[in-house]
């Protein structure tokens, strides 16, 4: 990994400075000399699967801990660096290698399981999954937040159940923007240059061994898009990138950067992935039974799909082409916010699709217009992927039942036949998160011990996993709790003190580093986006009562914080440079912490240590929202409005809850915000302080362990990503209207 400025990079756009890759197969697969009775750890590399079990994790980081981190745990960059002699060093270790050894035995039962049958869901006929962003690990970086966690989520649950499903997404050579705050509070953003033979990806290849290639007609040529093969357990995720020689300099740059361009770039960027992503599956002689568009980025594979059926059948109409096109295809849209719904002017639509393609189609540039129109007769509107994505689909869902709700108002429009939206043929499945990439291992175990080997398949039976849960002694579950909080201020302080000395460096300023955080304190985490209906403003709403709160003697809080900033949206970095530097100094500085380039790792550390995990988004705007499921896995309690998947969650003894249930009569944003603020702090203040504080004779928090108890028995099934995939199975992918 090298690091560059963005500044860098957009010189690069026009300057001849790529480098070219003709020789991936001389030099691709670096050779890295392994002790023999090491050699599995190359196989384990290539798979992400090591990254959800807690042996596997360990094994990479036992090789050479320094060196783990500081590789950003990527195993592949790890044996690459490596010394020798400490690989063989860890030869000679005979407890490593017998874990090994048995880690071996476990992955390759794993890999070797035949995917089952669903239906006409099989191994021939498989889901073709298609999302513009995968955070499967922090080593693939080409996510930037909740969507990508999501599908890499989805991926995993379709590996543990056996689905057969194969996947289709973009490899962003600069991935997302890394944040750092300068000294003065401000935002700035860099992008990292990833290298091919440093991930976990293999080349392509079709049968007679040559590099896959597709080819897709974008801006007046023809532009070639490999693809890659990240492998997460069983589920294959084909990765198409454009950084090939046969393209000229611009358009290797097309899967450059994740949601970095203008929507040129972004339209480009959606064609390669929905019409390059079905030609390469043609190429690999993949025959899905149905095609997820997560998300509407990928809604021009419907185009595609329409295209191939009028070339085999000559003598049929589009709207044939349509009705055929519509069985395949299933669609979930992710949040009602307009940002999140990407529209394009026309003329873009004509740069992009030239008129070959669309006489292929048997119409005219303006029935293509009208496709991506919410009312296709209004020549003056923008082509919306999602009115593409909903005319396309057979099915369309939202990801919790209200923001199902919500998106039958909001497209009610594009249904002139509907007078209710209750009528509008939109359903939803309530997103999840992957247990074993979320659960930490401290939980884990306490699992094994009090429910047993098999305690993730006694999660799915309620009566029995919140029996199980209750049997385990109130002292444990806090001391695993405890343990993670302690883990996750030693990584506090550990990132604040690296950035201090990068920085100015005064003893003082180590010495309070130390001292940063304490273990006894209620830590309250707050970590998302820093968008508008984020809310980040609530919480400094009334400095004088949070600052009162944070510094008082006997029952202090603390916050740690996270989270990035647009890049071009001022007012948020402004709010982050005021959150950071507002009161020099009070408490505040020694009890609240931003962490800097919120992603898959921090969260990590932040979902297991805190004890309350706060949300406070405008609603109904937050379709669903996925940390707080992976802090209630861990025992933390969410603090939260009513919105997304909490409505569904919360029942009055899991966690506490912010403001109203029903929509407001009142109208206006100020006044809304100001009475959410005011139920914030009084929840915080008559609820969630004092009976955090509220010690038994055993000198445990007896009221607030039994609310964990509570969350980890009422919300871990119902909120995991495997309840979901099988949702999507029953409900989704296997009805047929
Ligand atoms: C889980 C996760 C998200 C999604 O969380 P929200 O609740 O939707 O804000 C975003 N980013 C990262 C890094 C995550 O792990």
Same mark, same amino acid.
């Given at each position: 990994?090298?690091?560059?400025?963005?500044?860098?990079?957009?010189?690069?756009?026009?300057?001849?400075?790529?480098?070219?890759?003709?020789?991936?197969?001389?030099?691709?697969?670096?050779?890295?000399?392994?002790?023999?009775?090491?050699?599995?750890?190359?196989?384990?590399?290539?798979?992400?699967?090591?990254?959800?079990?807690?042996?596997?994790?360990?094994?990479?980081?036992?090789?050479?801990?320094?060196?783990?981190?500081?590789?950003?745990?990527?195993?592949?960059?790890?044996?690459?660096?490596?010394?020798?002699?400490?690989?063989?060093?860890?030869?000679?270790?005979?407890?490593?290698?017998?874990?090994?050894?048995?880690?071996?035995?476990?992955?390759?039962?794993?890999?070797?399981?035949?995917?089952?049958?669903?239906?006409?869901?099989?191994?021939?006929?498989?889901?073709?999954?298609?999302?513009?962003?995968?955070?499967?690990?922090?080593?693939?970086?080409?996510?930037?937040?909740?969507?990508?966690?999501?599908?890499?989520?989805?991926?995993?649950?379709?590996?543990?159940?056996?689905?057969?499903?194969?996947?289709?997404?973009?490899?962003?050579?600069?991935?997302?923007?890394?944040?750092?705050?300068?000294?003065?509070?401000?935002?700035?953003?860099?992008?990292?240059?990833?290298?091919?033979?440093?991930?976990?990806?293999?080349?392509?290849?079709? /049968?007679?061994? /040559?590099?896959?290639?597709?080819?897709?007609?974008?801006?007046?040529?023809?532009?070639?898009?490999?693809?890659?093969?990240?492998?997460?357990?069983?589920?294959?995720?084909?990765?198409?990138?454009?950084?090939?020689?046969?393209?000229?300099?611009?358009?290797?740059?097309?899967?450059?950067?994740?949601?970095?361009?203008?929507?040129?770039?972004?339209?480009?960027?959606?064609?390669?992935?929905?019409?390059?992503?079905?030609?390469?599956?043609?190429?690999?002689?993949?025959?899905?039974?149905?095609?997820?568009?997560?998300?509407?980025?990928?809604?021009?594979?419907?185009?595609?799909?329409?295209?191939?059926?009028?070339?085999?059948?000559?003598?049929?109409?589009?709207?044939?082409?349509?009705?055929?096109?519509?069985?395949?295809?299933?669609?979930?849209?992710?949040?009602?916010?307009?940002?999140?719904?990407?529209?394009?002017?026309?003329?873009?639509? /004509?740069?992009?699709?030239?008129?070959?393609?669309?006489?292929?189609?048997?119409?005219?540039?303006?029935?293509?217009?009208?496709?991506?129109?919410?009312?296709?007769?209004?020549?003056?509107?923008?082509?919306?992927?999602?009115?593409? !994505?909903?005319?396309?689909?057979?099915?369309?869902?939202?990801?919790?039942?209200?923001?199902?709700?919500?998106?039958?108002?909001?497209?009610?429009?594009?249904?002139?036949?509907?007078?209710?939206?209750?009528?509008?043929?939109?359903?939803?499945?309530?997103?999840?998160?992957?247990?074993?990439?979320?659960?930490?291992?401290?939980?884990?175990?306490?699992?094994?011990?009090?429910?047993?080997?098999?305690?993730?398949?006694?999660?799915?039976?309620?009566?029995?996993?919140?029996?199980?849960?209750?049997?385990?002694?109130?002292?444990?579950?806090?001391?695993?709790?405890?343990?993670?909080?302690?883990?996750?201020?030693?990584?506090?302080?550990?990132? *604040?003190?690296?950035?201090?000395?990068?920085?100015?460096?005064?003893?003082?300023?180590?010495?309070?580093?130390?001292?940063?955080?304490?273990?006894?304190?209620?830590?309250?985490?707050?970590?998302?986006?820093?968008?508008?209906?984020?809310?980040?403003?609530?919480?400094?709403?009334?400095?004088?009562?949070?600052?009162?709160?944070?510094?008082?003697?006997?029952?202090?809080?603390?916050?740690?914080?996270?989270?990035?900033?647009?890049?071009?949206?001022?007012?948020?970095?402004?709010?982050?440079?005021?959150?950071?530097?507002?009161?020099?100094?009070?408490?505040?500085?020694?009890?609240?912490?931003?962490?800097?380039?919120?992603?898959?790792?921090?969260?990590?550390?932040?979902?297991?240590?805190?004890?309350?995990?706060?949300?406070?988004?405008?609603?109904?705007?937050?379709?669903?929202?996925?940390?707080?499921?992976?802090?209630?896995?861990?025992?933390?309690?969410?603090?939260?409005?009513?919105?997304?998947?909490?409505?569904?969650?919360?029942?009055?003894?899991?966690?506490?809850?912010?403001?109203?249930? /029903?929509? !407001?009569?009142?109208?206006?944003?100020? *006044?809304?915000?100001?009475?959410?603020?005011?139920?914030?702090?009084?929840?915080?203040?008559?609820?969630?302080?004092?009976?955090?504080?509220?010690?038994?004779?055993?000198?445990?928090?007896?009221?607030?362990?039994?609310?964990?108890?509570?969350?980890?028995?009422?919300?871990?099934?119902?909120?995991?990503?495997?309840?979901?995939?099988?949702?999507?199975?029953?409900?989704?992918?296997?009805?047929?209207?």
């Amino acid at each position: 990994m090298r690091e560059i400025s963005s500044d860098f990079l957009l010189n690069m756009q026009t300057a001849t400075s790529l480098q070219p890759d003709e020789t991936f197969r001389e030099n691709f697969y670096f050779t890295r000399e392994l002790p023999d009775n090491l050699q599995f750890l190359d196989a384990l590399s290539q798979n992400f699967y090591w990254s959800w079990k807690p042996v596997g994790a360990r094994l990479f980081r036992e090789l050479d801990s320094q060196l783990w981190e500081q590789c950003e745990q990527n195993p592949r960059l790890l044996l690459k660096k490596i010394s020798g002699l400490r690989l063989w060093q860890k030869a000679g270790d005979e407890k490593y290698v017998s874990e090994l050894q048995s880690f071996a035995e476990q992955f390759k039962d794993y890999v070797a399981a035949k995917p089952d049958v669903f239906g006409q869901i099989t191994e021939r006929n498989p889901v073709a999954y298609f999302c513009a962003e995968y955070g499967v690990h922090n080593s693939l970086p080409i996510y930037s937040g909740g969507l990508g966690i999501l599908a890499g989520d989805h991926l995993k649950s379709a590996s543990d159940m056996k689905v057969p499903l194969v996947a289709v997404g973009l490899l962003y050579r600069y991935g997302y923007f890394r944040q750092k705050i300068a000294h003065d509070g401000w935002q700035t953003e860099n992008y990292l240059d990833s290298f091919a033979n440093e991930l976990a990806l293999a080349p392509v290849l079709n /049968e007679a061994g /040559e590099r896959i290639l597709v080819k897709i007609h974008i801006r007046g040529r023809e532009v070639f898009a490999r693809a890659w093969l990240a492998q997460v357990g069983r589920i294959s995720l084909y990765l198409l990138d454009t950084n090939v020689r046969e393209n000229n300099e611009i358009d290797r740059l097309i899967t450059g950067h994740l949601y970095g361009g203008d929507t040129e770039t972004r339209i480009v960027q959606e064609k390669i992935l929905g019409i390059g992503g079905v030609r390469l599956l043609r190429q690999l002689k993949i025959n899905p039974s149905v095609y997820h568009l997560n998300e509407g980025h990928s809604a021009f594979l419907t185009l595609e799909l329409a295209r191939e059926f009028l070339q085999e059948n000559a003598d049929s109409s589009f709207s044939e082409a349509i009705a055929a096109v519509r069985k395949q295809c299933v669609f979930t849209t992710h949040t009602p916010v307009s940002a999140g719904n990407d529209t394009f002017p026309p003329e873009q639509i /004509e740069d992009c699709f030239d008129a070959n393609f669309i006489h292929a189609l048997k119409i005219s540039k303006e029935d293509l217009f009208a496709l991506g129109r919410t009312n296709d007769r209004d020549v003056r509107e923008w082509f919306g992927m999602t009115p593409l !994505a909903l005319r396309m689909a057979r099915s369309a869902n939202g990801v919790s039942e209200k923001h199902g709700e919500v998106s039958r108002e909001l497209w009610l429009k594009m249904f002139p036949e509907k007078t209710r939206a209750a009528d509008v043929p939109i359903t939803h499945i309530t997103n999840g998160v992957h247990a074993p990439t979320w659960i930490a291992p401290a939980f884990q175990r306490l699992y094994e011990t009090y429910v047993g080997a098999d305690w993730a398949e006694i999660t799915k039976d309620a009566t029995a996993w919140s029996a199980a849960i209750e049997v385990i002694p109130d002292r444990e579950i806090w001391n695993a709790h405890r343990f993670l909080k302690q883990l996750l201020i030693a990584y506090i302080r550990e990132k *604040t003190y690296s950035k201090e000395t990068g920085l100015h460096e005064t003893i003082n300023e180590h010495e309070d580093t130390g001292k940063l955080f304490s273990p006894d304190v209620l830590t309250i985490g707050f970590a998302r986006r820093v968008a508008g209906y984020k809310r980040w403003n609530l919480i400094l709403s009334d400095l004088e009562r949070l600052l009162k709160m944070v510094g008082d003697a006997d029952k202090p809080v603390q916050f740690v914080f996270a989270g990035k900033a647009h890049p071009q949206d001022r007012n948020a970095k402004a709010l982050l440079q005021k959150l950071m530097s507002f009161d020099e100094n009070s408490e505040w500085q020694r009890r609240a912490v931003f962490i800097e380039d919120y992603d898959q790792e921090v969260a990590r550390y932040l979902v297991q240590g805190v004890d309350v995990w706060l949300n406070v988004p405008r609603r109904p705007l937050e379709a669903s929202g996925t940390s707080g499921q992976k802090v209630a896995m861990n025992g933390g309690l969410n603090l939260s409005i009513l919105d997304g998947w909490w409505i569904e969650g919360f029942n009055g003894e899991n966690g506490f809850s912010i403001g109203a249930a /029903e929509d !407001a009569d009142e109208t206006d944003e100020a *006044t809304i915000d100001a009475q959410d603020a005011e139920s914030l702090y009084e929840v915080l203040e008559t609820e969630v302080i004092p009976t955090y504080y509220r010690k038994k004779e055993n000198d445990l928090p007896g009221e607030w362990i039994q609310l964990m108890k509570n969350s980890l028995a009422t919300l871990t099934h119902q909120f995991s990503s495997d309840r979901m995939v099988k949702d999507y199975i029953e409900k989704i992918y296997l009805v047929r209207p």
